[in-house]
């Protein structure tokens, strides 16, 4: 008898196909897709999409350290914006969107600055 084993990413990875992806946030939340790419030796260009699609403010703490570096009134409509890192290395950023009614979502992405 041959035996698999499949981690839980891959796991996840093989159910997470287009029908999943449509479905709606719970309701009081957003769903928030977060993406970053590094363009530069230090720059990183955050990306994002919340749905339902509305008026929200968006904090980013770009480093993982608790720190939310970055405010983006209406991210909605505003959907990225550009970090310089100071130092080499692996972060764990992460994005938290509000709306004016109190629903909320967040996404972390990991950025490696080489």
Wanted: proline fraction near 5%.
């Amino acid at each position: 008898m041959t035996r698999h084993l499949l981690s839980a990413s891959l796991i996840a990875a093989l159910f997470a196909g287009p029908a999943l992806a449509q479905t709606p946030p719970p309701p009081g939340q957003l769903r928030v897709d977060l993406e970053a790419t590094v363009e530069s030796d230090d720059d990183a260009v955050f990306r994002w999409t919340l749905d339902p699609a509305e008026e929200a403010t968006c904090t980013l703490d770009a480093d993982g350290d608790g720190i939310f570096e970055h405010s983006v009134e209406d991210c909605d409509a505003n959907r990225s914006l550009r970090h310089s890192y100071d130092e080499e290395g692996t972060y764990h950023a992460i994005l938290v969107a509000r709306t004016h009614d109190g629903r909320s979502g967040q996404a972390t992405v990991t950025v490696t600055i080489d």
